[in-house]
């Protein structure tokens, strides 16, 4: 089953599908090989839309294993379309960066994959500082690829980019790739630490306390997400599942109540009238009914 986050953002008929490869690093300068991870990340949370969806991590690494490809080496282009294609994407977007010491570029193309045409290089740069400006540019020449009638310029789309310190980036990335909990812990918690407002990374070592079964900081981190961020109802879901497993069914129906004002889904209100049956029959000593945790 997939996840309720990604199941609730599953690509209608009418939905693009974009799948955004990591980068190749083409330079030798040492202590970078982080970000070729971190272009789909960007350029991934910039692009997406009702009209476009982006292809999670989770499920694009799973199109790598199936294809017996390791995600971590250097593949060739046609192996690149080729998986791009069983994924079933429409578009797919392929490319390196470098940094000489000083100047960082990176360079994309957009591969259409219906009539298999790719774009002229698009090509970005700046300090390594400015690290997610460049990526956001180049999300901005993309989507203009895509979207040859765009109205919004490249100014007001940067302006629109998170303001996120490098090191915490850095380290929300490595958190996002590391193969152990502890080192997921680790970075997710540094990236916090150095950027306090953080709420991807926030979100990233909520889940992990939650995939360990630790629901009691799961439950602290998730609250700490603001109802008005877009990560809102993802981060509710999860309270309301974590606040359940430590019996307080007082703040998991009080989850669940605000993620179905949001997203009126069928596995919302099943959770919220588990947690509501539970929250009236607290007293009987019957077996705990199931939440809904995936869904198929």
Request: glycine letters at 4%; aromatic letters at 10%.
């Amino acid at each position: 089953g997939l996840s309720f986050a990604v199941a609730q953002e599953l690509p209608r008929a009418t939905v693009q599908t974009l799948v955004v490869l990591p980068f190749e690093n083409v330079s030798d300068a040492p202590g970078i090989e982080w970000i070729g991870e971190s272009f789909p990340e960007v350029i991934g949370q910039r692009l997406a839309s009702p009209s476009l969806y982006v292809v999670p991590r989770q499920d694009r690494l799973y199109a790598f294993d199936r294809a017996g490809v390791p995600a971590s080496v250097h593949l060739s282009r046609a192996t690149l379309f080729r998986i791009a294609e069983q994924m079933d994407a429409d578009y797919a977007v392929l490319g390196e960066y470098a940094f000489d010491g000083q100047t960082f570029t990176a360079r994309a193309q957009l591969l259409d994959l219906k009539p298999l045409h790719l774009s002229p290089e698009q090509v970005e740069s700046g300090p390594l500082p400015n690290l997610i400006a460049v990526q956001s540019a180049l999300a901005w020449d993309l989507l203009r690829l895509m979207q040859p009638a765009l109205l919004t310029s490249k100014q007001e789309f940067l302006a629109a980019s998170p303001t996120i310190r490098l090191d915490a980036f850095e380290n929300y990335i490595r958190g996002m790739t590391a193969s152990t909990r502890p080192l997921r812990l680790k970075h997710f918690r540094e990236a916090v630490r150095l950027n306090p407002s953080y709420t991807r990374a926030i979100l990233g070592l909520a889940r992990t306390y939650y995939q360990g079964r630790d629901y009691e900081q799961a439950a602290s981190w998730f609250a700490r997400i603001p109802k008005t961020d877009p990560l809102a109802r993802e981060a509710s879901f999860y309270l309301g599942l974590s606040a359940y497993y430590l019996d307080d069914f007082a703040r998991a129906q009080d989850a669940f109540t605000f993620l179905a004002s949001r997203l009126p889904l069928t596995e919302v209100y099943n959770n919220l009238g588990v947690v509501a049956n539970r929250n009236f029959t607290i007293s009987d000593g019957k077996d705990r009914p199931s939440c809904t945790e995936h869904t198929e």
